[in-house]
Structures are given as structure tokens and as C-alpha cells.
């Protein structure tokens, strides 16, 4: 397999998104962090979780509807072992969000309780939606509040200033920029945020992606790869070069007979990040 494709990417407004965040933390009484199904370490940032510090945190793992049932399962149990609250959620159909307002007040039944033995029960509860680019964020927050209340985009770098929305359930929510950390120290890591989107294509060599990738679903995912692209299983398996089968089983040939290997590239990429494929988990809650 080729050497993993380098990322880095962490350009001004992401530094003063995270100076945002910090300043923000005081006006909220909990923060839901956006994580994706698929990666849902490689989506986590290590750097805002070091600034949340103490607030209650409600885990959303987005794009369920994009990965393994089973895997994901396995993300929520491991968690909930950690002593996070977790929600699944299916951000094209909604499902799972309508257990979102009862899992804020059950993440801080103990504080409402002393502000209801206030006289207080009817103050809005705030939320601060934390999470990297392209992550769902906007996403989720449009079927919480069940309007376009957020901007999103299938593109990282769409939020980009303080929003506040308010949702159902006596809650409001403060949408913040994607931000990634300024260094992504694993390799793989930073990969498979390149894999879902959450990196910018522009900065990126796409043809070294698409290698990468193809290499990664044809090990992990032989059978989705070979159906989605009339290939035979074994040949996925046993191949070098998983992307060039599919630049010449779809007849992708430029000038000169050579395999148009940028235009497979861009075809796996969008096809993968849509969930043409299949639905795939790319890390493992065993490790």
C-alpha cells in the first residue's frame, strides 16, 4: 500500500473560532459534541475537549445511516463505558434527534432540579454544538430546530460566526465553526477526515487519496467495492492497485491508452462520502 497521504490543515479563522468557543463556554450550560460514525476518534478534537474541561457533554454520532450498525453500536457502548451520554443520529431522515431534548435534560436533571427549587424551571437551557468540519453540525441543528436555521453545506469551512437558535424543548443552541486541531499528530487520523470530507480537496493530492482509500475499502470492504463497481471480489482483494480496476472497469482512458486515475479518484471520494458504497466504518471501537 502507498504512504498515507499527509494532512494538515488549520487556516486563521479556525484559530479564532477555538478562541470563540473558549470565550462562549461561560453562557452555556452543557456542549454536544458532533462526532462521525465512521471515525468517530479521528473526528474528535482532542484540542476543544481540553478547553471544554468540566461541561457536561452529550456525545451525537452523525451519519449512522452511513455506517455499520454493528460498529457503531460498539462506539456507543464504549462511550457510555466512559461515562459520556451518546445519541445516534440519521441526519437525511432525522431519526434519533427527537432523543436529543431528553438527553440534555437528563445530562443536567441535577442542575435544573436546584433551578426549579429556585423558582427557576422555566429558564432556557443553552447548548453550545461543537464538532470538526463538514461534520453534520449545521446538519443537525436545521432537524433539531426542524428549519434552516444553520448554514450547511456538504464542504468544510460553511460556519463561520456565532449562531444562536432556538429549538424545541426550552433549549437554545449555539452553532459554532468546524475546527480542527492545529496539528494531527496520527497519520490514519488524518486520512480518513480527508476520506469523509471534513478536510478541504483543494489542499489535498485527490489521485494519492483515491489510492488510499480504494486500498482501505478493498481490505476492509471487498464485496461493497467489487458490487458497486462490477468487479470480482478476489480481484479486489488480490490487487496492488484497487483504483485502477475501477478507472478500467468504468473506462476511464485518457489520451494515449493510460487509465484517467484522477477522475476514479473523484468518483470513489464523492461516491464514498454519499454512501453509494455501502455503509462503512473505518475505525474500530476495539481499537
Known amino acids: 500500500m502507498t504512504e498515507p497521504v499527509k494532512v494538515q490543515w488549520f487556516p486563521g479563522h479556525m484559530a479564532k473560532a477555538k478562541r470563540g468557543i473558549a470565550e462562549s463556554l461561560k453562557l452555556v450550560d452543557a456542549a454536544v459534541e458532533i462526532l462521525d460514525a465512521r471515525c468517530p476518534e479521528a473526528s474528535r478534537n482532542a484540542d476543544i475537549l481540553k478547553t471544554l474541561g468540566a461541561k457536561p457533554r452529550l456525545i451525537i ?4 445511516d452511513l455506517a455499520e450498525p ?36 437528563e445530562l443536567l436533571r441535577e442542575k435544573l432540579e436546584k433551578l426549579g427549587a429556585k423558582g427557576q424551571s422555566g429558564r432556557v437551557i443553552r447548548v453550545m454544538v461543537i464538532g470538526i468540519p463538514n461534520v453534520g453540525k449545521s446538519t443537525f441543528i436545521n432537524r433539531i430546530a426542524g428549519r434552516r436555521a444553520a448554514a450547511s453545506a456538504d464542504r468544510p469551512g460553511v460556519t463561520r460566526g456565532k449562531q ?8 437554545e443552541l449555539l452553532d459554532t465553526p468546524g475546527v480542527l486541531p492545529p496539528k494531527i499528530e496520527n497519520p490514519e487520523a488524518g486520512e480518513y ?26 481490505e476492509s470492504y471487498p464485496e461493497l467495492l ?4 462490477k468487479l470480482e471480489p478476489a480481484d479486489v482483494k488480490a490487487s496492488d492497485d484497487p483504483l485502477a480496476l475501477i478507472a478500467r472497469r468504468r473506462g476511464f482512458i485518457v489520451s494515449g491508452g ?11 471520494l464523492d461516491e464514498f462520502r454519499g454512501g453509494v458504497i455501502g455503509r462503512v466504518t473505518l475505525e474500530s471501537a476495539d481499537g
Open 61 to 64: 454520532l452523525s451519519r449512522r
Open 70 to 105: 454493528a460498529k457503531t453500536e460498539a462506539w456507543v457502548r464504549r462511550y457510555r463505558a466512559a461515562g459520556y451520554a451518546v445519541i445516534e443520529a440519521d441526519l437525511k431522515s432525522g431519526r434519533g434527534t427527537e432523543k436529543f431534548a431528553p438527553a440534555v435534560r
Open 164 to 171: 444562536w437558535i432556538t429549538v424545541p424543548g426550552g433549549i
Open 193 to 218: 477526515l480527508a476520506f469523509t470530507g471534513a478536510v478541504r480537496d483543494e489542499i489535498l493530492d485527490t489521485e494519492a487519496l483515491g489510492t488510499r482509500l480504494a486500498a482501505k475499502l478493498a
Open 226 to 229: 467489487a458490487a458497486r463497481y
Open 258 to 268: 493510460e487509465l484517467d486515475m484522477l477522475r476514479a479518484a473523484n468518483i470513489l
